[in-house]
């Protein structure tokens, strides 16, 4: 059963700064990993969605790396701002076996980005 | 519609009540999902339709949980009996037919339920 796991649980940062998310896998076989944002009280936006044969997507001020073989992902935040205080969320799909539509998540980091 | 809607947004009853929370997916997405948030954890998946049918119900816990799509769009999930453990953000999210590879879904605001 694929688990994934995110760490740092919590970060704060000041304004400004660069910042890594982190995102590890057990079961290396998947379809795709996606990032996801959460705002309390707010659904899951998604942010990132990097395909199996993919390395990394970017949009804007993020960008996401993916390594099967070592299953770890990770998600860069450029010259972070107070807007992107949010719950990050991992997730992973078609583990070996699975199907691409069933998504198996990370328990988030929460991120705060101080002014 | 533009986004995915779930009502109720808050839902508080009584252990041992029955509950329905219901999702409106967008326009055209064949594929509807019913995730499971406890406090401090990823979403959980409970289960996939794909048009009417439930093409994957594997993550409902038990029996007391049961989801339609009568007409391939608004879905809704019902819990009887309800119970303390019950209580959850309950996320609806859509996508078009899955396919292989890239599958983005657009998640709804979720429904909280709370069980006294």
């Known amino acids: 059963k694929q688990e994934v796991t995110q760490i740092p649980a919590a970060l704060s940062v000041p304004e400004g700064e660069n910042l890594v998310l982190n995102c590890s896998f057990t079961d290396s076989a998947i379809y795709n990993l996606q990032w996801f944002r959460q705002d309390p009280g707010k659904g899951l936006t998604s942010l990132l969605l990097i395909q199996s044969s993919q390395r990394e997507q970017t949009s804007g001020r993020l960008n996401a790396s993916l390594d099967k073989s070592s299953g770890r992902s990770t998600l860069y935040i450029a010259a972070s701002q107070p807007g992107d205080s949010a719950t990050y969320l991992c997730?992973?799909?078609?583990?070996?076996?699975?199907?691409?539509?069933?998504?198996?998540f990370g328990k988030g980091t929460l991120l705060t980005v101080n002014p | 519609g533009a986004g995915v809607s779930q009502t109720p947004s808050n839902k508080v009853t009584e252990k041992g009540k029955y509950v329905e929370l219901r999702c409106d997916p967008i326009s055209g997405h064949t594929a509807l999902y019913w995730y499971r948030q406890s406090l401090g954890q990823g979403p959980e998946f409970l289960i996939y339709f794909q048009g009417t049918g439930a093409a994957d119900d594997s993550g409902l816990p038990n029996d007391r949980f049961f989801a339609v799509r009568p007409e391939g769009s608004v879905s809704t999930l019902k819990i009887q009996r309800t119970e303390r453990g019950d209580s959850a953000v309950y996320l609806c999210a859509s996508s078009p037919h899955p396919g292989t590879g890239a599958n983005v879904l657009t998640f709804g605001a979720g429904s909280r339920l709370t069980v006294l």
């Open positions: 997730a992973t799909s078609g583990e070996s076996g699975g199907s691409n539509y069933k998504l198996t």
